[in-house]
């Protein structure tokens, strides 16, 4: 009945966020639905395409989720189910709801630009520049630490290559994962080029989702690890540069069906539970102060929980693809601020899973937080090695494994986006307008060739610092991002009082934690037992944390020339 309860409590909590706190935050800034978006004004058939609220809400929710709400509140169970139930609803409503909705607001308001442009107009083209290289550094994580999951996920650990019949687990999620790229094309082709309803499409591609799911139950796709680095390499690339409603919207329009699939589930599986008695929450309250597997409540816990709270690619991902595809201002608080209050929710239901079988996992009896979260689910249905249990589970680690690929494609193009917005200069409106070596590394196939080359790499190793450093690096952006808006938002004359707490509260966190862990890292050298990854963390570390104390100060500058006017 715990369980029950926690999820009730969080939802009734989030709805009435939602209602009070985001209508509020429109008032504020001005929400006007009568005044035209980017992707109206600006419509090019590629990258700004208007788009019907459901499609838009199913790509920023796909792009934003990945497997972030589900590792994170997992992972930071260990301090007990009330300091991440707190942080979940606190962050999501008063934090992450608030970065999202603005990020996404002030981009429409820049021409659908990414948070650099927002900087570059309340603090200048150095902040702006400085800010483009701490993201692409981001990206990097992001598209490494994701082809890692991903490729994980689908790769035989015998070989092989070709169909198999009598699949195992990866190979039944890679056979659907791949139907499922040809399934959105299609989707995308329908709806786009023959003018099929989003209703009538919408059926059509529920019932291809069955049928591809049927398919890959029955047969899988064999590939090794490298031929999967490979293909996942070549894949997003192609992504990033064709059309989005070739690929980009309609596939996370789909797969957004099966994340609310998943979480209808899930709430099923814990009414059932609670009223059957048949699975028992055991995380404890709270664990107390002391550290916990080494780590402090404080940041550990800011840190961990991460996209179930708030987190800075979400910011990314309003600024570089959401806002270009935003038909109409009013919109954007379901798009921003309901997305991440939906987030929320999935990041109550992962702790709420991993309650149900929280033993097991502090035993180390599960390959991953999300195989801990189909387990915990599965669960509440019936006992493990049943029938029910074993396909609620391969359905559920099928749903996290299309979700890391949404974050992959949205994520390299989002690189895109800022490689070129980088090597530009004032009044070069494209690549095509640049000069001499600038123009050829400006070129969307060239920057995009690049990152995905850095990231499939350090992807490939394998490097467990890689998530780890993930974490703070993408907490420390969602700092900035509250910075940049605020900033502007004081520019224009619009009340930013509101950002002030949760940006400084970020940036605190967030900085201390990379702070300590180059500490860490700089210890393990002085001992002699520092790794390859230890020499990468603390590099990567003490990068991140010199260009956020250069943003910080542009930041407080222009806060304080504000504040003097």
């Not at 709805?15 to 035209?36: A, Q, S």
């Not at 009598?166 to 790229?181: D, E, V, W």
């Not at 929320?344 to 035993?363: P, R």
Request: glycine share 12%; with cysteine; net charge positive.
């Amino acid at each position: 009945m715990t369980a029950l309860l926690i999820i009730l409590a969080a939802c009734a909590l989030l709805v009435i966020g939602y209602f009070t706190y985001g209508n509020w935050l429109c008032k504020e800034w001005g929400i006007d639905p009568n005044r035209k978006t980017p992707a109206i004004e600006m419509e090019d058939g590629v990258d700004y395409v208007a788009a019907k609220p459901a499609v838009l809400l199913g790509h920023h929710f796909s792009s934003i989720a990945g497997a972030g709400p589900i590792n994170g509140p997992i992972q930071a169970s260990i301090f007990g189910w009330v300091p991440v139930f707190i942080w979940c609803v606190v962050g999501g409503i008063f934090f992450g709801g608030l970065q999202d909705f603005g990020s996404l607001f002030a981009s429409v308001r820049h021409g659908g630009k990414s948070v650099g442009e927002i900087i570059k107009t309340s603090m200048g083209k150095r902040a702006q520049k400085l800010f483009i290289i701490f993201a692409l550094l981001v990206l990097i994580l992001v598209i490494a630490s994701f082809v890692n999951v991903v490729a994980g996920t689908f790769f035989t650990a015998d070989g092989g290559f070709g169909i198999a019949a009598g699949p195992t687990g990866n190979q039944t999620t890679a056979m659907i994962s791949l139907l499922f790229i040809v399934l959105a094309i299609i989707y995308g082709y329908i709806t786009t080029k023959c003018g099929i309803k989003t209703l009538p499409a919408t059926i059509l591609g529920i019932i291809g989702i069955v049928l591809i799911t049927v398919i890959g139950l029955n047969f899988g796709f064999v590939m090794g690890r490298t031929g999967w680095i490979v293909f996942i390499g070549a894949y997003i690339t192609i992504a990033s540069l064709v059309p989005v409603w070739i690929l980009l919207q309609p596939r996370d329009y789909l797969s957004s069906f099966l994340l609310y699939a998943m979480m209808i589930l899930a709430v099923a599986g814990i009414a059932i539970a609670a009223i059957a008695g048949t699975a028992t929450f055991s995380i404890p309250a709270f664990t107390g102060w002391s550290p916990k597997a080494g780590q402090y409540l404080f940041p550990t816990l800011f840190i961990t929980v991460a996209c179930g709270a708030c987190s800075g690619f979400h910011s990314l991902i309003a600024t570089g693809t959401s806002a270009k595809q935003l038909a109409n201002e009013k919109d954007a608080k379901v798009i921003g601020y309901g997305s991440m209050l939906i987030e929320s929710a999935l990041g109550i239901i992962s702790l709420i899973a991993v309650g149900m079988v929280f033993q097991k996992y502090l035993d180390g009896g599960f390959g991953s937080p999300a195989a801990a979260f189909a387990a915990g689910i599965a669960t509440m249905f019936n006992v493990e090695g049943s029938a029910v249990y074993n396909t609620i589970y391969a359905l559920l680690t099928l749903a996290v494994s299309v979700f890391a690929l949404t974050s992959l494609d949205s994520g390299t193009r989002l690189s895109r986006y800022l490689f070129s917005e980088l090597l530009l200069q004032e009044g070069e409106a494209t690549w095509k307008d640049a000069k001499g070596a600038r123009k050829f590394f400006a070129h969307p196939m060239v920057g995009t060739l690049i990152m995905v080359l850095i990231g499939c790499i350090l992807g490939g190793l394998s490097l467990s610092q890689i998530w780890g450093l993930f974490g703070a690096a993408n907490q420390l952006l969602a700092g900035i991002a509250l910075m940049a808006v605020a900033a502007w938002l004081g520019n224009i004359g619009k009340n930013n009082k509101m950002f002030i707490f949760p940006m400084i509260f970020m940036l605190v966190a967030t900085i201390s934690s990379l702070v300590m862990t180059v500490i860490n890292k700089i210890k393990a050298v002085g001992a002699g037992t520092a790794a390859w990854g230890d020499w990468f963390q603390m590099l990567f570390a003490a990068a991140m944390v010199i260009l956020a104390m250069f943003l910080v100060v542009e930041g407080f500058t222009t806060f304080k020339k504000q504040m003097k006017k």
